[in-house]
């Protein structure tokens, strides 16, 4: 194998380690560990985010290596979190009729969000930014207010908005709202604040995980309605 192949091992290994964890998340959340489930599908969003940095880092980017991605992140952060809520869903009284469709309506639009982002995108060394919210920030969604409620109040609070937090996602991944890289959504933090608050982050990651991705959502949301509404009385 000659050195042109080899820098491709590297991202691809650990895009296969995405797909891994959420194969593992879908098992826990068949046993009813959703926990266990949530935990793994965080790690996979990790993954995610270190194979394309790799790549970028390697150059070692290339049509492969995005299909690759985008099948993976259709397992971890589309099949994954739509097993996730059908299992926990399961049994909740009075929603019974409406846990399939909403479970498999958000697996449903992060696949299309997935292949429109691979029609309209080729492979390269930048980052850019997102038509549509990214289907790792659904996942997100799903799970950390999963998480939160847990760890705050010991259980699934509020499963209704449980269930319009799954369809909200699923509206957005299939939306043309343009979505910005983390870091330029999160430009107006101080560069010098930046390590601090991400140890603080990560520390307390079960809370935080939350905070982080509905504040994107939102600080994106907004953008857009603040464009629009300028737009409209320009």
Not at 30 to 45: E, N, R, S, T, V
Not at 73 to 78: E, K, L, M, N
Not at 109 to 128: H, I, P
């Amino acid at each position: 194998m000659n050195k042109i192949e080899k820098k491709y091992l590297a991202p691809n290994a650990i895009t296969a380690a995405n797909m891994f964890l959420g194969y593992l998340s879908i098992i826990n959340s068949i046993k009813g560990d959703h926990i266990q489930a949530a935990w793994f599908m965080i790690l996979a969003m990790i993954c995610d985010g270190l194979d394309g940095k790799a790549a970028r880092k390697l150059e070692a980017y290339s049509e492969f290596g995005k299909e690759f991605d985008s099948f993976c992140d259709a397992i971890s952060f589309g099949l994954a979190p739509g097993i996730f809520v059908y299992t926990l869903l399961n049994g909740a009284p009075g929603i019974g009729h409406t846990i399939i469709p909403i479970s498999f309506i958000y697996a449903l639009c992060g696949v299309m969000r997935l292949v429109k982002f691979n029609v309209v995108t080729v492979a390269s060394n930048e980052k850019d930014d997102f038509s549509g919210m990214p289907i790792p920030t659904g996942a997100a969604i799903i799970t950390s207010y999963y998480l939160f409620s847990e760890y705050v109040f010991g259980q699934l609070m509020y499963i209704e908005v449980f269930q319009a937090i799954t369809i909200l996602a699923a509206v957005l991944m299939v939306s043309t709202i343009p979505f910005k890289t983390p870091d330029k959504t999160f430009s107006f933090i101080p560069k010098k604040l930046g390590v601090p608050m991400l140890i603080i982050i990560i520390a307390t990651l079960k809370y935080s995980l939350f905070v982080v991705t509905f504040s994107y959502v939102l600080l994106n949301l907004t953008k857009h309605l603040h464009n629009v509404f300028f737009e409209a009385h320009s």
